[in-house]
């Protein structure tokens, strides 16, 4: 008799349409505190982004952060996360093969990266070089690999233009990374900028001198070099 009564599936559709809400209401409020942790990083770096600082920034209890990301080193992570992917995609970006040459395409990449983390120095100091978690930490080498990944792709299309002589590609672009992170270290932590388009520019053309050109190309030449450094100009925001 009830269920003669009864729309068959009312009551289901009922359940499901406050399980849909329910979840947009978990997705908004994660959302909240993945941006509230960023800010915090962004602002003091990984030793001021406690559980309690990001709760009360994103204006949510202690134990809501905990529901949603078990720990600082998850929450954390998130935000390493989420950052990679967005510096990943301006990068890749500037070095997308357009009929440019290898040395053009690596300048720019290199000139991005440096900017971008010169721009947002505590937050890049946290996702290259101040002491953190284990799980955090695996974050960073992934975003390391992802920035290796996007030179490397620009390295073997020089050596298939004949640009550049065959080369590990792997080795050569992580080699660049980690020559960028590592000079950045200096000035990311003390936070100065007063002479971050020398910085740049030194940085970029440090980056030319290791290509691997072949015999006769005018690539590695000092002038040729020059030409490819950038402008003076104000760092892109984060």
């Not at 720019?108 to 002491?131: D, H, S, T």
């Amino acid at each position: 008799m009830l269920r003669q009564v009864l729309n068959p599936g009312s009551l289901f559709g009922v359940a499901y349409r406050r399980t849909e809400q329910t979840e947009a209401r978990r997705t908004a409020a994660r959302s909240r505190i993945a941006d509230a942790a960023h800010d915090q990083v962004a602002l003091g770096g990984y030793a001021s982004t406690s559980v309690q600082a990001v709760a009360a920034r994103a204006g949510v209890a202690v134990g809501t952060v905990y529901r949603h990301f078990p720990s600082k080193a998850d929450l954390v992570a998130e935000v390493f996360r989420a950052a990679a992917e967005r510096e990943l995609e301006v990068v890749a970006a500037v070095t997308t093969p357009d009929g440019r040459s290898a040395a053009e395409r690596v300048a720019a990449g290199a000139e991005a990266f440096c900017r971008r983390a010169l721009a947002a120095p505590v937050l890049a100091y946290a996702q290259i070089a101040e002491p953190v978690d284990p799980g955090v930490e695996s974050e960073r080498l992934r975003l390391r690999s992802g920035y290796r990944d996007v030179f490397c792709l620009v390295l073997e299309d020089g050596v298939r233009s004949g640009e550049l002589s065959p080369h590990d590609t792997a080795t050569v672009a992580a080699a660049l990374v980690g020559a960028l992170g590592e000079a950045l270290v200096g000035p990311l932590g003390s936070g100065a900028e007063r002479h971050s388009d020398a910085l740049v520019a030194t940085l970029v053309d440090f980056c030319l001198s290791c290509l691997p050109v072949t015999t006769g190309s005018g690539a590695h030449a000092t002038d040729d070099r020059a030409a490819l450094l950038p402008a003076t100009r104000a760092p892109a925001a984060r």
